[in-house]
């Protein structure tokens, strides 16, 4: 009976010792909100989200997407009580705000938050909301909803970046993580043109996070003009140095320079974008996101490599071609959403998790891999195989609704996770 309990107890505390080992961890959670960005952060002890923006249309609805992401986050780590420590808006576009809405809802609770503090652009409604929110919660007479705030200009940050309990609210036991600011609004114009100083993208907030000497920097669609000043800002310092790269402006081929890329020099890189396959107005198709040329730099960089598959990469508005990626490049309109893991000694790995499903290719998937989508069962996927195999490849999701058992609500439910 004792050496049991001893067995018992030692099963115990390995399992313990693993649990706790896999919280010790910071997780960046690329959430796929379409042509757009929304990137959650967890610590062991919180979660911060920096954007909440996203592509909305008749074949996509980000809000949707970040909301059924958050709740099953929040599900797995209850710990948390559906706070989120602090919220930070790079810049008011609506690709990067547009879920605002969806945090600013019970059951979220949000602590603080962080934006440029502008109030035009096309995502201002959702600033405005954030901005209203914070000083509606300081307003009234109930100190614990208070919401700290921030909005940061380039002339208050030092060349060390701008931190305070606002901007850093976590403190997690045993690894703390660091955040900084490193770039805001330009409240006066640098000796930019007038297009170039008008334009929201370079007044965007620069993040960098540390978790031990694992690192992560977010440039939010900072163009070239802004990256060369925000490179003399740091010159000297390694705060521009990282692990993994955001990179900006989507795979722009104005979001990343090649000297901006020097003074990175990334192991990884994540892209926000949407599915080059939904070709509509305000899209990656649309925009020839990501950039070809962006792919070059970032693949004749990155140290770090992944298995070899083909993609889209654009050429220019609405043109792609063939593309293949070797290096730890990982892009929402690719793979649906993305999950890092990095430990306090540097060390990244992307994490496969039921949180992140892959895509799943209607017109190749086995029964088995149908079967992983939501609400599909064994009896609909065989229908989905008998109905490809009898008319051929679908060639739109929206083909789906001749499927015997599959409607509109379901097809809906689907779009997130599958590709043709």
């Known amino acids: 009976m004792k050496m049991k309990n001893k067995i018992t107890i030692a099963f115990i505390l390995a399992l313990l010792v693993s649990v706790l080992n896999i919280k010790a961890q910071m997780r960046v959670h690329l959430i796929n909100v379409g042509q757009g960005s929304a990137t959650l952060i967890e610590f062991p002890c919180a979660a911060i989200l920096v954007d909440a923006g996203g592509e909305s249309n008749a074949l996509f609805n980000s809000s949707d997407s970040l909301k059924t992401y958050l709740d099953d986050f929040f599900e797995r780590r209850a710990d948390l009580n559906h706070t989120l420590q602090c919220v930070y808006l790079t ?193 990656a198709w649309d925009y020839g996101h990501p950039n070809k040329g962006i792919l070059d730099r970032l693949q004749n960089k990155l140290t770090e490599t992944r298995t070899s598959f083909h993609v889209q990469a654009g050429t220019g508005k609405r043109t792609f071609v063939d593309y293949i990626v070797s290096k730890a490049i990982y892009a929402t309109g690719w793979e649906h959403n993305v999950l890092l893991e990095a430990d306090a000694a540097g060390n990244w790995h992307k994490v496969e998790s039921f949180l992140v499903p892959s895509l799943v290719n209607i017109n190749t998937a086995t029964l088995t891999e149908l079967q992983t989508l939501p609400g599909i069962g064994a009896i609909k996927a065989q229908a989905i195989i008998d109905f490809r195999t009898t008319h051929g490849n679908f060639t739109s999701i929206d083909q789906l609704d001749n499927v015997p058992g599959i409607g509109p609500v379901t097809i809906n439910l689907l779009r997130p996770y599958v590709r043709l």
């Open 91 to 283: 810049h008011p576009h609506k690709d990067h705000t547009l879920g605002i809405p969806v945090i600013l809802q019970s059951p979220f609770v949000i602590k603080n938050a962080v934006t440029d503090g502008l109030e035009e652009g096309s995502g201002k409604s959702g600033q405005i909301k954030l901005h209203r929110a914070a000083q509606d919660a300081d307003e009234n007479n109930d100190p614990n909803d208070d919401i700290g705030f921030e909005a940061l200009t380039t002339a208050e940050i030092g060349s060390s970046g701008f931190t305070n309990a606002v901007v850093d609210p976590v403190n997690c036991s045993g690894i703390n993580p660091v955040i900084k600011i490193l770039w805001g609004t330009s409240a006066t114009n640098p000796g930019w043109n007038k297009t170039a100083f008008d334009n929201e993208n370079n007044h965007s907030l620069v993040i960098r996070i540390e978790y031990g000497t694992s690192s992560l920097i977010i440039t939010g669609d900072l163009e070239d003009i802004a990256q060369s000043n925000l490179i003399a800002k740091y010159n000297g310092t390694n705060l521009l140095d990282a692990d993994v790269y955001l990179v900006g402006h989507h795979g722009s081929k104005n979001g990343s320079s090649l000297n901006l890329l020097n003074k990175i020099t990334p192991k990884m890189a994540l892209i926000g974008m949407g599915d080059p396959n939904r070709k509509l107005s305000w899209t």
